[in-house]
């Protein structure tokens, strides 16, 4: 009972958080003057589009835009009826991205999937890369383990994504024959899956998965061999090999689960982290992931694309 009562509060502190989020991504989008359709209405007019002037003023009262910003966030929401009734993102519709001028949920349908497969992928290539390298530093501690480890490790924190996908985009190609930019070949677009499309798949995701998880990495193995230095250090583990533990399993059995909790509760920041980090990698390697798209809609303040990549990252 006492789990339950504990989750139904976690299930709630959520929500309350992505209320609060969600108000805040809204103010900050709405922050600069005007908006996609307050800009479009000022360019037509100063080119005598009267034709164009009108269908964008029917958009701006079709969509609320011409209402308060506390309201326009209730109808976004769907707390509120708009001119569509209640129609919000808690009722499923997503909006419309003015900029594509096609429905939101058309725009990142796929791109939503092959985004969460990349950062699962690039987080599953953080946890095999930083934990044995951050055990094997702190086991091995000023050794030349732990300093080759120590220096994979600022390297890793120290070189911009975007350098790093730009020399593997060249040599990976040039000297491994791995596929170049996108995450499928173009044939496979559009189609259903298959065996083929997701080797494609998984070929291309060779370049992004490494490059996305190498700072990543870099960081959680510094944390994870701190964390367990600190343990070594403490009594137990003298009492622990005192009473005939072999090192290796004292280490396993004591002070690698303890040093373990702090590095699980990273990949929870790891993974938003990720996703809104690697704009600037979709962009070089042309990824058909919602980086791009996000960085398209936030240039031209289409609010409502923006708001909804920026709330599926909260989320």
Same mark, same amino acid.
């Given at each position: 009972?006492?789990?339950?009562?504990?989750?139904?509060?976690?299930?709630?502190?959520?929500?309350?958080?992505?209320?609060?989020?969600?108000?805040?991504?809204?103010?900050?989008?709405?922050?600069?003057?005007?908006?996609?359709?307050?800009? @479009?209405?000022? /360019?037509?007019?100063?080119?005598?589009?009267?034709? %164009?002037?009108?269908?964008?003023?029917?958009?701006?009262?079709?969509?609320?835009?011409?209402?308060?910003?506390?309201?326009?966030?209730?109808?976004?929401?769907?707390?509120?009826?708009?001119?569509?009734?209640?129609?919000?993102?808690? @009722?499923?519709?997503?909006?419309?991205?003015?900029?594509?001028?096609?429905?939101?949920? /058309?725009?990142? %349908?796929?791109?939503?999937?092959?985004?969460?497969? #990349?950062?699962?992928?690039?987080?599953?290539? #953080?946890?095999?890369?930083?934990?044995?390298?951050?055990?094997?530093?702190?086991?091995?501690?000023?050794?030349?383990?732990?300093?080759?480890?120590?220096?994979?490790?600022?390297?890793?924190?120290?070189?911009?994504?975007?350098?790093?996908?730009?020399?593997?985009?060249?040599?990976?190609?040039?000297?491994?024959?791995?596929?170049?930019?996108?995450?499928?070949?173009? @044939?496979? /677009?559009?189609?259903?899956?298959?065996? /083929?499309?997701?080797?494609?798949?998984?070929?291309?995701?060779?370049?992004?998965?490494?490059?996305?998880?190498?700072?990543?990495?870099?960081?959680?193995?510094?944390?994870?061999?701190?964390?367990?230095?600190?343990?070594?250090?403490?009594?137990?583990?003298?009492?622990?090999?005192?009473?005939?533990?072999?090192?290796?399993?004292?280490?396993?059995?004591?002070?690698?689960?303890?040093?373990?909790?702090?590095?699980?509760?990273?990949?929870?920041?790891?993974?938003?982290?990720?996703?809104?980090?690697?704009?600037?990698?979709? #962009? #070089?390697?042309?990824? @058909?992931?919602?980086?791009?798209?996000?960085?398209?809609?936030?240039?031209?303040?289409?609010?409502?694309?923006?708001?909804?990549?920026?709330?599926?990252?909260?989320?």
């Amino acid at each position: 009972m006492a789990m339950l009562r504990f989750a139904v509060f976690r299930f709630i502190t959520m929500l309350a958080t992505l209320v609060v989020v969600s108000v805040m991504i809204f103010a900050i989008i709405n922050l600069p003057p005007g908006d996609y359709l307050s800009n @479009q209405i000022n /360019e037509l007019r100063a080119t005598g589009q009267e034709a %164009g002037v009108a269908k964008a003023e029917f958009l701006r009262t079709e969509y609320a835009l011409d209402r308060p910003l506390w309201q326009q966030y209730l109808i976004w929401i769907g707390f509120i009826p708009g001119p569509q009734g209640y129609a919000g993102l808690i @009722q499923g519709n997503f909006g419309w991205s003015f900029e594509f001028d096609r429905p939101v949920a /058309e725009i990142v %349908g796929d791109k939503l999937w092959l985004t969460v497969l #990349v950062n699962l992928a690039a987080v599953a290539f #953080v946890c095999l890369l930083a934990l044995p390298l951050g055990v094997m530093a702190a086991w091995r501690s000023r050794t030349w383990v732990d300093y080759s480890a120590a220096f994979v490790g600022y390297l890793g924190l120290a070189t911009p994504n975007f350098l790093l996908a730009l020399i593997l985009f060249y040599y990976g190609h040039r000297y491994l024959n791995l596929p170049i930019g996108g995450l499928m070949d173009p @044939q496979f /677009e559009g189609q259903p899956m298959t065996w /083929e499309k997701a080797r494609s798949v998984l070929m291309h995701l060779i370049v992004p998965t490494f490059v996305i998880g190498t700072s990543g990495a870099a960081a959680m193995m510094q944390r994870l061999r701190a964390n367990l230095l600190d343990e070594l250090s403490k009594p137990y583990v003298e009492t622990a090999v005192a009473k005939g533990l072999t090192p290796r399993r004292m280490l396993v059995k004591y002070p690698l689960r303890v040093a373990f909790n702090p590095f699980v509760a990273d990949i929870g920041n790891l993974l938003p982290a990720m996703v809104s980090g690697s704009v600037l990698v979709s #962009v #070089v390697l042309g990824l @058909q992931t919602i980086g791009p798209t996000l960085l398209t809609a936030l240039k031209t303040q289409d609010r409502f694309l923006a708001g909804f990549v920026l709330l599926f990252v909260a989320l």
